[in-house]
């Protein structure tokens, strides 16, 4: 019999096996002129069931996988690794067409076209071997193996064969550095090895994923790349590694990945190989509020949607088929609204805040008269919502959950307060450490450029509250420069500075001082009106100088230390919002800052509260006041206070 007959006798005779047999046959026939070789994998294995399901495993899946093709694939590629090197940031306008550039637009070559029978087999013998040659493995299930080791790709990054460079970069980790049999340990003996190889971060540019080839060489890209990596490595070596993410995060407006190993007890373990190990008994956070969890998959997961795929009215996010909910791995509390079908339709939706609207996170039928959510984040804010018509609507008045109740927020219309406000996003830890980072700098003002002699002198306190900060000189002595001097063991980290000369701005000035860390952050940076942009000075103890070419009699200076723009800023109109249940968010009015904070006297009580920048940004979150000061649900928890005093004095 001739060897064609054979395959497809030997495909026939699978296909009429059973019903779920359908998605290999519509792989097969998608392959189309490639259908041989896929069909050469299934034959080679003809006699070993178990690497035959995992053949068949891939090929059922691969028609949704593709790699990109196109130049600008290369051109990006070359503008990270000139990151890398350099450390500098692109131009503006570089920045915008890379993060706007579309790069599923171009060239698709879908794997089920391409791939050989020579690279599925090969990539299944090193799998299996990987699998079976790790005493962690010994009672992983084949399910388990299929999603965790075997796949040859991640996303859309290039078709490569890569399990034999990345065994032999790393092997030896697991044949000399841990020789043991905790799967937990191993994890975090390569990944010890990982980070300190290092990885550079760089969110300038939106790029597709890297691939293999490229981050076996060159460590650089975005948080997702650092999974990628860790999945490519951690998969080679027979460790069980999956991608967990949040799809959105209220307090980032976007997503994070991470990743998980499978442990023998069958649970999953967060980790993040560049940040933090592997823990038994320990919850993977990044500090900010997910609500819900999901992993990515390889293998389709629409079975298990079978209930809602055909359904309009529930939104295409819950229908991603390559993506399961994993957040009983990540948060073991449940949450409860009343709901009826008559108001929400089959389904209620829990959802976060966005500064546009809310956005579900999970959905759960209605029964007996309530909707419950299993497994989600405590200590989140959340609004009950239903979704009719291709849009979400909010039912009720969201709530704070505690992990045992809902918490409403009702705002009491009939008792206002008066409220001052600072920011318009929550305050992070590092935010405050950029702060404090001026701590001890000390601003001098003379007419010598080596300060032999100070006319007047000030030290920034040990603890700055908010961004802009003023410092008032005393009439009198003329002076031509003024000097910001980082204390002995800090560099200078400045994000503006303005100065003032008989009521009027000084715009005429040369500056000299530290050479700058990097070309990107110049002096010229401290003076650019951009906030977000900063002078560092490369060196500890590091100082900025000011010449105005003549004496002048300096009446005053405001300065921002490095800081992320969202405390309330000079100049920008904002508006003020609280949340009204079903009627939504209603407006408390427009105020252009005249100071560096806002004051309303309109406020219900109890409300759920937002402020609006209409002149920039993006960074807005929901918050509360609580003991007169704005109180964002962050992990963090740290409230944004009034400082006693912003305006300073020098002596």
Partial sequence: ?????????????????????????????????????????????????????????????????????????????????????????????????????????????????????????????????????????????????????????????????????????????????????????????????????????????????????????????????????????????????????????????????????RDTTGRFIGFWFSEQDAIRDSVYSDLRKAGKAFRQCFGSQRDQMKKIWSDPQVPDFFKNAYRKDVSEDYYQDTVRIPATTEDYGQYAYLGVFNPHDWIGIDMAEIKDGQAVFPNVERKVIYAPMSHRDGKYQVMDYPFYFDGKQNIPYRPDTMHKEKVRLLRKNPLFTWHCEWLNNMAGCRIEAGNDLQFKKVNYSFRVPDSLSIAYNIVQFPLGKLCRYLRFKAATEKDTELGEFWVYSEGKEVKTFRLGGSEPENINRIREKACDGNPLTRFHSLELGGQLTVDFGRAIRIDSLAFMPRNDDNFVRIGDEYELFYQDGINGWKSLGKKIATRPWLDYDNVPRGALLHLHCHTRGEEEQAFQMKDGKQFFVSNQDIPVRLPLVNCFRAE
Avoid at 89 to 94: F, G, K, V
Avoid at 114 to 126: H, P, S
């Fill in 1 to 261: 019999m001739k060897p064609k007959t054979i395959i497809f006798i030997l495909a026939a005779c699978l296909l009429a096996g059973c019903g779920q047999n359908r998605r290999l046959e519509e792989a097969l026939q998608s392959a189309g002129n490639n259908r041989q070789e896929l069909e050469k994998v299934l034959d080679f294995y003809r006699y070993d069931e178990e690497k035959l399901a995992a053949a068949r495993f891939l090929i059922e899946n691969m028609p949704k996988y593709y790699s990109l093709h196109g130049v600008e694939i290369d051109t990006v590629k070359a503008r990270l690794l000139k990151f890398k090197k350099d450390q500098v940031a692109p131009s503006e306008d570089e920045k915008a067409y890379w993060m706007g550039f579309d790069f599923e637009r171009l060239e698709k070559v879908y794997d089920v076209k391409v791939v050989t029978a020579d690279f599925l087999i090969n990539n299944i013998e090193r799998a299996f071997r990987a699998w079976k040659g790790r005493p962690w493995n010994k009672h992983l299930e084949f399910d388990d193996f299929c999603e965790l080791i075997l796949p040859y790709r991640i996303g859309n990054e290039p078709l490569e064969d890569w399990r034999k460079a990345y065994e032999e970069r790393y092997g030896w980790v697991l044949d000399s550095l841990y020789t043991g049999n905790d799967v937990v340990k191993a994890t975090n003996a390569v990944a010890h090895v990982l980070r300190e190889e290092g990885f550079v971060y760089c969110w300038d540019y939106q790029f597709p994923h890297l691939g293999a080839s490229f981050l076996l060489d060159h460590r650089v890209g975005m948080c997702i790349d650092t999974c990628d990596l860790a999945l490519y490595v951690y998969r080679a070596l027979g460790i069980p590694i999956a991608m967990d993410l949040y799809a959105y995060s209220s307090e980032t407006r976007k997503g994070h990945t991470w990743n998980a190993v």
